[in-house]
């Protein structure tokens, strides 16, 4: 289902900026005499910019939040983008039992001023405590490497993806993460 709406989501970004590059003016344009960004002189006015969500420049862009997810739990997040790149580090603990750690990497396949979507590169560690019937205070530490698919819609956000690893993680194991960013 996930992938549904995610190809919708694709479509509707992909078609609205095939609208937007469109030479061929649409019939209500024609009868248009002045457009309402523009002055009696024909001039431009200066628009206010959209500071809700990372709008393609390269001045960079800082985003925390909160985010749920496996294997992480609850876990506060915080990232940087510029242009097509975003850095991202999550991190909680649950009590002694259970911390852990994830970094990613990603490339903004598609972003605008109010959605980003793009693949991650991620890696992680997380510490939990060892199974019943092993010594009472010992620890194990898994780490996982993966690739991932990210979504930022409006500061919501979503990451699922597969990852691997030495331990429990030898085979693939299904990774996501969801909450909400803000942006600064």
Same mark, same amino acid.
């Given at each position: 289902m996930k992938v549904f709406w995610c190809i919708i989501v694709l479509i509707s970004c992909l078609s609205g900026r095939l609208v937007a590059q469109s030479?061929? @003016?649409l019939p209500f344009q024609e009868l248009s005499v002045q457009s309402p960004n523009q002055t009696s002189d024909g001039t431009s006015r200066p628009? @206010?910019?959209d500071t809700t969500a990372h709008d393609g420049d390269d001045s960079g862009r800082l985003?925390?939040?909160l985010t749920v997810g496996a294997p992480s739990g609850l876990a506060v997040a915080g990232g940087f983008s510029i242009g097509d790149l975003a850095l991202r580090i999550s991190g909680g603990a649950w009590?002694?039992?259970w911390t852990g750690i994830q970094g990613d990497v990603? %490339?903004?396949?598609i972003h605008s001023a109010a959605l980003a979507m793009g693949i991650s590169f991620i890696g992680g560690q997380f510490r939990t405590k060892a199974a019943v019937g092993q010594q009472g205070n010992a620890f194990e530490l898994q780490r996982y490497y993966g690739i991932a698919c990210d979504t930022y819609l409006s500061g919501f956000y979503l990451q699922t993806g597969l990852a691997a690893g030495p331990g429990r993680y030898a085979? @693939?194991?299904?990774? %996501?993460?969801?909450g909400y960013l803000w942006g600064f």
């Open positions: 030479t061929t @003016p628009q @206010p910019r985003l925390i939040g009590g002694r039992d990603c %490339y903004n396949v085979s @693939p194991q299904f990774s %996501y993460q969801f």
